[in-house]
Every structure is written in structure tokens, then in C-alpha cells.
């Protein structure tokens, strides 16, 4: 399978299909079909149809892209006064206005933020995510893609695929980053759920930084356990 | 015909245009996930298309059901595109850099570049193993020009995308 098939693959896959019934059902109902039971006799066996009204997810475009500049605006607004530190406890994310100012790890020096996937086996060209979490895109032997990821003790590559509800899970220092992309069409996760070696659980919301569609959550990991796996919901 | 049995038709070909429908959902959906723009939900664009085929027709009226569909969800799809940009356009105007949409630096970025019917046709090209003669005959058009529309797709993406495609 080459990377444009498995592009194409990945974008033919994209959402939760609703199923053939459910649309069936409701554009027959929308346009006021005979299944709708709604057939109305007037005079001489002439009939009309009557149309029941199912409302369908889809609003003008420029009343969501209204809606959407508004919440822009809102958010950027309580982050500037609210979330955003007054002191040196933290460094932006190379432009990146993240609620997650504060770098519990090692930072990183800022890297080109010039986000490509390179060929398989090139060198990877790393995408400043955080100040302590750099991401690169590298094409893979089978044709797919990696997320390679770097801090400052350690780097790894995956599948890019991780789509919620799957995550990658970035180990750092005394806790772990767990990252998930939302799925296209799909719900934005809102929270990363960890398991520990001992069975239990924790819960962090995710934080989207401005300008890229990967999520994240910092996890801190007690001592004396790992994390087996994680998930995003 | 007395009103009984017309209804009674009426339910029959429903139960026949269901059952036809059920049958092509599946290829129905992941085109019109491939050839929809981004905000757009593939099973809203496949809905519309059924809904404005059966306005016209009964699907078991029809001698390519699956050939009528692909084409009313392409059109559709780039309708919704062009709408889209527009609305892109204006609003870009109007935001700052700060509030672009967040996007994913991967390949699926730069196949949602390319205009609705490329991506149909590499689409059905690379995923479905179709030739051009079958695209063209699938989405109404000539042959050359699916050839033609195909190779431009191709151009237009980056090189590290189609560099084993082709």
C-alpha cells in the first residue's frame, strides 16, 4: 500500500456512519415520502404529499463561521486574562497559545516549526508541539505514516493513526503525555484516561493548542507503577 | 388506479429503493467522505443526495442507481466546496492568523487541497482499482478527461505524497 492509498484509505474512513436505515429513513421523511404515512386524499383520489421535517446537522456556512469567530474570540480573551501566567513559569509554545503554559519537563530548544513528513528513512525535520515535546512526520516502510516524537530523554516513532479513542503515549520525566488526534468528522475527546500497572485509573482533560488538530493531557505517574495503557474519550 | 393500490405501489418501491439503497451505503459513504469538503458530514452529503435522487426518481427506476448517486454526491460535494471557500474567504478577512482552523500537518491536508471530482478520481483510481474508462463512464465524463484531471491531481500534490504513487 502506498502513502497515497493509505491517504485516501484514511480519508474514505473518515467518521462514525450513521447507517443506511437511519439516512434512508430520514430522507424519505424529510421529503415527505409515502413511508411517512402522510398521504393526504383530497377530491377525486388526487393526493399530496406531506412533508414531516427532520432537521438535518448543517447550518448556513456563514453562520458557523460567525459562530466560530465569536468563540475565537472569547477563548483567546479568557486566556489572555485568566489561564496566561503573570511570571517566568513557563514559555510559550513557539507561537502555540496553549492553557498548558507551565513545562513541568525539560524544555527543548525551539526547533524550525516547519511540520512535513520526510521520506522513509530521512531525517526527521521536528515540529516545536511544546516547549518540552517536539513532533515529526515520517513516512513508513509500508507506506503509512509515523509521528515521531522527541523530549529531552527520549524519542520514538508510531503509527500517526491514532485517532481517539486510541492515543500515543509520550513518557516525560515524572508523568506522561498523552496525545490523540480527533477523528475527522468525529467528536473533539475531551478527556484522556490512563491505567496504571496497579489497575488504576486517572482521568485529565485534554488541551488542543491553537493552529494544529493533535490533542494533549498530562498524566502524572505515582511511584513504583507504569502506565499500560491510555485512551481518549 | 384507485388510491389503495397506488400507496400500495408506493410502499413496494420504497421497500425496493431501501433495499437498493442498504446495498450501496457503504460504497456511497466512503466517496462522499473522500470527495466531501472537511466540514462537511459524509452521511449529510450522502442524505442529500438520496433525498434529491428520490425527488426525481424511484432508485429501482434507475438502469446505474450507484452511478446516479456518485454523481449527485460529487455535485453536491462541490457545491458545498465552493460555498465553503467563500466563506473561508470572507472570514479570513475578518481573523487574525491566531484563529485558523486547526489542521494536521499530514497527508490527508494536502488531499483535502484538491478539488472534489481530483479526489474522486484518485479516489477511485488508487482505492477502488477502477480504469479511467470505468471512472469515466462512473462519473459521466470522457475518458480523456479523467486521465487529464487525474494527472493534474497528481501534480498538485507534494512531491514526498505521490512520490510512490506513481
Not at chain 1, 100 to 107: I, K, R
Not at chain 1, 184 to 191: A, F, K, N, S
Not at chain 2, 55 to 84: C, D, M, P, Q, W
Not at chain 2, 149 to 154: I, L, M, N, P, V
Amino acid at each position: 500500500m502506498n502513502r497515497l492509498h493509505s491517504a485516501l484509505e484514511g480519508l474514505a474512513s473518515r467518521g462514525t456512519p450513521r447507517g443506511a436505515d437511519e439516512i434512508f429513513s430520514d430522507a424519505t421523511q424529510s421529503m415527505g415520502s409515502p413511508t411517512s404515512e402522510a398521504l393526504v386524499r383530497i377530491d377525486q383520489g388526487d393526493e399530496i404529499m406531506v412533508s414531516s421535517t427532520v432537521s438535518r446537522r448543517q447550518y448556513p456556512a456563514w453562520l458557523m463561521f460567525a459562530a466560530a469567530f465569536g468563540v475565537v474570540l472569547i477563548v483567546g480573551l479568557a486566556i489572555t486574562l485568566v489561564v496566561r501566567p503573570t511570571g517566568d513559569t513557563g514559555r510559550d509554545v513557539a507561537g502555540n497559545n496553549t492553557a498548558s503554559s507551565v513545562v513541568p519537563g525539560p524544555t527543548l530548544p525551539p526547533s524550525d516549526n516547519v511540520p512535513m513528513t520526510v521520506p522513509a528513512g530521512s531525517d526527521l525535520s521536528y515540529y516545536s508541539y511544546l516547549p518540552d515535546l517536539h513532533l515529526g512526520w515520517r513516512a513508513a516502510e509500508d507506506g503509512n505514516t509515523d509521528l515521531c516524537w522527541k523530549t529531552a530523554s527520549d524519542e520514538g516513532c508510531e503509527s500517526d493513526l491514532f485517532y481517539a479513542p486510541d492515543t500515543v503515549i509520550i513518557p516525560n520525566g515524572n508523568h506522561v503525555i498523552v496525545l490523540t488526534r480527533p477523528a475527522l468528522g468525529g467528536e473533539t475527546p475531551t478527556e484522556a484516561v490512563v491505567t496504571f500497572s496497579n489497575g488504576e485509573t486517572a482521568n485529565e482533560a485534554f488541551t488542543t493548542p491553537s493552529g494544529i488538530a493533535i490533542a494533549f493531557a498530562r498524566v502524572e505517574v505515582p511511584d513504583g507503577v507504569t502506565v499500560t495503557s491510555a485512551s481518549a474519550n | 388506479m384507485p388510491i389503495g393500490s397506488r400507496m400500495e405501489n408506493s410502499k413496494q418501491d420504497v421497500s425496493a429503493d431501501a433495499a437498493i439503497f442498504a446495498e450501496l451505503y457503504p460504497q456511497l459513504r466512503r466517496f462522499a467522505a473522500v470527495v466531501a469538503p472537511r466540514e462537511v458530514d459524509p452521511d449529510d452529503l450522502v442524505q442529500d443526495g438520496l433525498e434529491r435522487t428520490l425527488r426525481k426518481h424511484s432508485l429501482s427506476s434507475l438502469t446505474n442507481a450507484k452511478a446516479y448517486l456518485f454523481r449527485v454526491i460529487l455535485n453536491l460535494a462541490s457545491n458545498e466546496r465552493r460555498g465553503l471557500m467563500r466563506a473561508r474567504r470572507a472570514f479570513s478577512r475578518l481573523s487574525s492568523e491566531d484563529t485558523a482552523e486547526p489542521a494536521y500537518p499530514s497527508d490527508l491536508t494536502e488531499l483535502l487541497r484538491l478539488p472534489s471530482p481530483q479526489r474522486a478520481m484518485l479516489y477511485l483510481r488508487e482505492v477502488q482499482g477502477f480504469t479511467y474508462r470505468e471512472i469515466a463512464s462512473l462519473l459521466g465524463m470522457s475518458e480523456e478527461a479523467v486521465a487529464k484531471a487525474s494527472r493534474r491531481a497528481r501534480a498538485r500534490l507534494s512531491d514526498e505524497l505521490r512520490e510512490d504513487s506513481i
